[in-house]
């Protein structure tokens, strides 16, 4: 496959995606060994540039990186030129001039990534644009979802919460469709993009009524300013009809996993006994996390001389 | 001042009901004959369309205080290019247009330039806050017939109806930006199936159809002139439409923008495309085309709105709104509408006449007829070309139409019998 740049999923083939999977499947086999590094991608140089605060993406990028022995920068908009009130552009310029391979962006604006690829040689790797994608984020939780159920296709993936703000549903319900799972998106309709034509899922407001026959629940982030824009009424009621607590859980089917890209609101969309009680699940979505952006860095950096 | 001759051009003038072949002559600032013998200097103008020189109703030179995006001097050059004559200046330059000062300025600045006449708008509200009303009155005594807040809605609607009524005093148009805002909080582009794909904050049209509907009722309760800018849904087409039938005095706009592209454009997240209101569907394009068919839109107008290169090189969430406009409008007029939507008369009456008429300006929009001011457009309507960002006479470069191929080229264009653009070059006076 011939990956220039990753900015959504799509751009992606259903075969790219499974060689991404795959790829990524031989990935982890390097973590469990004592030296965890290989040198494909020694003498070349990834930027991370982090227009957002990010943990976990920002780390599971530098460490899978690192693991391919790529050289690695961290640019943050905090404390670096960015602060000055230098443009992206411009920003992007100066990382081209300094002979980058590769930046990692990860951008407040829906679309920064794919702008940046009109300015610069560099491969670009969307680490979240906005309200738009998230492509590594989904690409781990299919690979996550393969190693737990076996397969993707037929899997019915009910996904709850806040969809309408998260780039993380965008590439999931993408994603998901492209390798034949099938998609319901479940919460408020205020929380729910309007306009969904083009979205490849089904819509429904009533979670009960779908938990029985769910292999995979994924529940997203509800931020409490959501809360102040009049998205929902209260915390409380947004728990009560859309929250899973260890009731709603009974309802799932034997095997069903739940998912969580993280950040969690415990108490909010998920229950603090919930999100024990699959936590080897959320835990392995960020272990595969470092596989998953090992894979594309190695696919999109790792063919060239 | 020497006689010129244009010979065996096609007169379009709907002012005077004339569509034919003919000579058309020029002297001493008027029209002096329509068909009469060869006087003075013969330029031959076979197969060119000789027309009332075109009116805009919305443009934007940015001075005082944006010059490097665009200024009295460099904007009437790009109208003169465009065929324009007389352009509507608005008034969200910094200082604002809120007072007679900033109107003499610019008509200061638009004489000096000798490029194409300038008819500043007036604020509606001081500093366009959209709470006091601006000192209407002292600069409708230096010439302003039109008001208005550009792109900032005045959201009071007691405000409104205050500016409505007070503008009454002159018969003065007000022109209302049609977007209820408390619907716009952050929106980036047309709200539907693809924004909601590419993650951006959406207009809705209920924004839009919302504040003309609003804005008509109060127009119709207080017998006052209202001009719809920009329409840009099917809604709104239909209530101006619905007004008209009332005898509402109303008189709208339509871009080339909104009848040339769809949200589409945006897919690639190239602020180019951005613009207020947002580009629709190919159903409001539809829609619009109809309304500037039959009637209920009365002008094309540009909106035309330089941003300087880095202003629009931003992300897409922060770049400015706008378009450049004056220079393509003509041509997109042609290439879009003419013989698909509008016969080649409907199109200058959308270009020239009837904006003209709207606006009370004398002079432009024909009749081309013997003792008028010979402000005049020569055109070749055939003529293709391509649009190179570099070679437009705005100091900016924001065009959507870059290397769009489009029929109908500018030839000459004449200021009270001056050549302002001679076989397609812009003359400085």
């Not at chain 2, 194409?116 to 509200?125: F, H, L, M, S």
């Not at chain 2, 408390?182 to 929106?187: N, Q, Y």
């Not at chain 2, 904050?201 to 003309?212: F, H, K, L, S, T």
Request: hydrophobic fraction near 45%.
């Amino acid at each position: 496959m011939n990956l220039t740049h990753l900015l959504s999923i799509h751009d992606l083939a259903r075969d790219d995606v499974t060689t991404i999977l795959d790829t990524a499947e031989g990935m982890t086999d390097l973590a469990l060994r004592p030296i965890k590094k290989v040198p494909v991608l020694r003498g070349r140089t990834v930027c991370n540039l982090f227009y957002e605060d990010s943990t976990r993406t920002r780390i599971s990028f530098e460490l899978a990186a690192k693991r391919l022995s790529a050289d690695v920068l961290n640019v943050s908009a905090k404390g670096s030129s960015v602060s000055k009130g230098e443009s992206l552009k411009d920003t992007a310029l100066t990382l081209q001039a300094m002979g980058v391979d590769a930046i990692v962006i990860r951008h407040w604006a829906s679309g920064a990534a794919r702008q940046l690829t009109g300015w610069v040689d560099a491969k670009v790797l969307n680490a979240g644009d906005g309200s738009h994608q998230h492509p590594t984020q989904a690409l781990l939780d299919l690979f996550t979802m393969r190693q737990r159920l076996g397969r993707i296709e037929g899997l019915r993936v009910v996904v709850c919460g806040d969809i309408v703000h998260s780039r993380v549903a965008r590439s999931l319900a993408q994603a998901l469709a492209l390798l034949g799972a099938e998609v319901t998106l479940v919460g408020p309709p205020t929380l729910l993009p309007p306009h969904p034509e083009r979205w490849p899922v089904t819509i429904s407001h009533d979670l009960d009524g779908l938990l029985g026959k769910a292999d995979v629940l994924y529940l997203l982030r509800v931020q409490s300013e959501r809360m102040r824009e009049q998205h929902f009424p209260s915390v409380r009621e947004y728990a009560r009809i859309w929250g899973v607590d260890a009731q709603r859980l009974a309802r799932l089917p034997e095997g069903a996993i739940v998912m969580h890209p993280g950040p969690m609101n415990r108490g909010i969309e998920i229950a603090a006994d919930v999100a024990d009680l699959h936590a080897d699940v959320i835990a392995a979505q960020v272990t595969n996390g470092i596989a998953i952006r090992m894979s594309c860095l190695y696919l999109m950096l790792g063919g060239e001389a | 001042m020497s006689a010129v001759t244009f010979s065996g051009c096609r007169l379009v003038d709907p002012a005077s009901g004339t569509d034919e072949v003919t000579s058309v002559t020029v002297a001493d600032g008027l029209v002096t004959a329509v068909g009469g013998a060869r006087e003075g200097r013969e330029v031959d103008a076979a197969g060119l369309v000789c027309a009332p020189g075109l009116v805009d109703l919305h443009t934007h030179l940015r001075e005082p205080g944006r010059e490097d995006a665009e200024t009295v001097a460099s904007g009437t050059a790009a109208a003169a290019a465009g065929g324009y004559t007389a352009v509507c200046a608005m008034a969200n330059t910094d200082p604002v247009c809120d007072h007679a000062g900033v109107v003499e300025q610019v008509l200061r600045l638009a004489r000096d330039a000798g490029h194409c006449d300038v008819y500043p708008v007036g604020a509606i509200t001081r500093g366009l806050a959209g709470d006091q009303l601006a000192e209407i009155g002292a600069m409708a005594a230096v010439g302003v017939r039109c008001f208005s807040d550009d792109g900032l809605p005045v959201r009071s609607a007691r405000v409104l109806r205050r500016a409505l009524e007070y503008a009454r005093t002159w018969d003065a148009i007000v022109a209302n930006h049609a977007e209820e805002a408390d619907l716009t909080e952050g929106a980036q582009m047309n709200e539907g199936e693809l924004s909601s794909l590419l993650g951006l904050a959406g207009w809705p049209r209920e924004a839009e159809e919302i504040m003309v509907a609003r804005d008509l009722v109060l127009a119709a309760g207080v017998g006052a002139r209202l001009h719809v800018p920009h329409v840009s849904t099917r809604g709104a087409v239909e209530l101006v439409r619905a007004a008209k039938a009332r005898d509402v005095r109303v008189t709208a706009e339509a871009t080339p923008q909104h009848f040339a592209l769809t949200e589409d454009a945006a897919a690639g997240y190239d602020p180019v495309y951005k613009v207020n209101p947002p580009l629709r569907t190919a159903a409001d394009v539809a829609a619009v085309r109809e309304g500037l068919a039959d009637g209920a839109i009365d002008a094309i107008a540009t909106d035309h709105a330089p941003h300087a290169p880095e202003q629009k090189a931003q992300e897409w969430v922060q770049a400015p709104c706008g378009m450049l406009g004056l220079e393509t409008a003509l041509a997109l007029t042609l290439t879009e509408l003419v013989d698909e939507v509008v016969s080649l008369p409907e199109a200058v009456a959308l270009l020239s006449t009837r904006p003209a008429r709207s606006r009370d300006i004398s002079g432009h929009g024909g009749p081309v007829v013997p003792g008028a001011p010979a402000n005049l457009v020569l055109f070749d309507p055939e003529a293709r070309w391509t649009v190179d960002p570099r070679a437009l006479r705005s100091r900016s470069r924001n065009t959507p139409f870059a290397a769009r191929l489009l029929r109908g080229q500018v030839v000459h264009t004449l200021l009270r019998g001056t050549f302002t653009v001679r076989d397609g070059a812009v003359i400085s006076q």
